[in-house]
T-cell receptor
Framework: AQSVTQLDSHVSVSEGTPVLLRCNYS??????LFWYVQHPNKGLQLLLK??????LVKGINGFEAEFKKSETSFHLTKPSAHMSDAAEYFC????????????FGSGTRLLVRP | SAVISQKPSRDICQRGTSLTIQCQVD?????MFWYRQQPGQSLTLIAT?????????ESGFVIDKFPISRPNLTFSTLTVSNMSPEDSSIYLC?????????FGQGTRLTVV
């Protein structure tokens, strides 16, 4: 069965320090992987996606993620957190039966301290 | 990219009533979906909205409770029927084109 595990429900960082949001997936095939961000009372916004091209994926707002097949991980990073990064982040994979259908991780709430 | 408009953005409804949520996409898309996000939880796929035919429901969701229409490539509705407080959630419309899914801002439903 496919699954996505976000290892931290909450992450708290100081403004200007690095961000690491962890995601592991399990799948019997190679899915596409995404990170979405959800700001309070707003819709989901795509940060970045991995679709079997380069393993290091650059997204919007300075975020990056590295696909590591051997570790089945797709961690999200940013060198320097900004107050506006405070939001809920979801790691997402495509389903084996349909690349249009998505499985969401449980989410990680990022808190940024001034 | 696609811009998705959902309405209403929020509603408070009495138990036992029904609410229909509308989703409009600004371009023709291949696939449209409806997701539910229960309070403090992640998103769960309810169903695929198929143009001109019955929606395809995920395990745990049934047509009688969540009837869905998709009369054309850019518009879909989700009805939450005979509501109970357990239906209080955010309902999100999603559209997929070429390798990317877009989401509406969601409809925040509270059932009292």
């Amino acid at each position: 069965a496919q699954s996505v595990t976000q290892l931290d429900s909450h992450v708290s960082v100081s403004e200007g320090t690095p961000v690491l949001l962890r995601c592991n997936y399990s799948s019997s095939y190679s899915p596409s992987l995404f990170w979405y961000v959800q700001h309070p009372n707003k819709g989901l916004q795509l940060l970045l996606k991995y679709t079997s091209a380069a393993t290091l994926v650059k997204g919007i707002n300075g975020f990056e993620a590295e696909f590591k097949k051997s570790e089945t991980s797709f961690h999200l990073t940013k060198p320097s957190a900004h107050m506006s990064d405070a939001a809920e982040y979801f790691c997402v994979v495509t389903r084996m039966d349909s690349s249009y259908k998505l499985i969401f991780g449980s989410g990680t709430r990022l808190l940024v301290r001034p | 990219s696609a811009v998705i408009s959902q309405k209403p953005s929020r509603d408070i409804c009495q138990r036992g009533t029904s609410l229909t949520i509308q989703c409009q996409v600004d371009s023709q898309v291949t696939m449209m979906f409806w997701y539910r996000q229960q309070p403090g939880q992640s998103l769960t796929l309810i169903a695929t909205a198929n143009q001109g035919s019955e929606a395809t429901y995920e395990s745990g969701f049934v047509i009688d409770k969540f009837p869905i229409s998709r009369p054309n490539l850019t518009f879909s509705t989700l009805t939450v029927s005979n509501m109970s407080p357990e239906d209080s959630s955010i309902y999100l419309c999603s559209a997929s084109g070429t390798g990317e899914a877009f989401f509406g801002q969601g409809t925040r439903l509270t059932v009292v």
